[in-house]
């Protein structure tokens, strides 16, 4: 009888251990999405410059990179930290900018990447090139309500900076990036 109390927390001990054991695997087990990479592209003749995709739909967590291919490029959130730009990310998102990356094509320094947690409408444009019409959209999770679902220059009261008709029309629509997943820039 005495060895039966004994035995039992050792049991339960060992139980414990197995689950903490078999949860661990299961959570490192779990396949990351790999990183979305866009590239920061220039049409043959050097008259266009663009994102491509243009748009994409990622899981929350997941990785976005971006790698400069010809030019120079930036990667900035639409957000009033950015210049007085319009407010097109979600809410409580936290505005990102990389500069203008000056890393040739294929080294360190022409490529930038963010991690997206919060779901939402995510829209940036390149600062050299907004007026060209140079600007992405990124659904992570679902699109839910915020500042990116809405038209551009929606809120003229707050004295924002316009966002150029250039830009307005290469912005994918969101039930676009929905269906295709991810959608290739327009003269590609
Ligand atoms: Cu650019």
Redesign the pocket.
Known sequence: MRTRYVLLPAIGSILLAALLLIAGRRVSATPQAPPVVIR?VESADGSQ?AFDPVGVHVQPGQIVRWVQAA?F?SVSAYHPANGRHECRIPTDATPWDSGVLTGLPGTAGASFERTFHQEGVYDYF?L??EQSG?VGRIVVGRPLAGPGTRPCNYAPEKGWEVVPESARQSLPAVSEILRLGQVPCVWR
């Open positions: 920061m410059v030019n490029h390149c050299p090139h140079m």
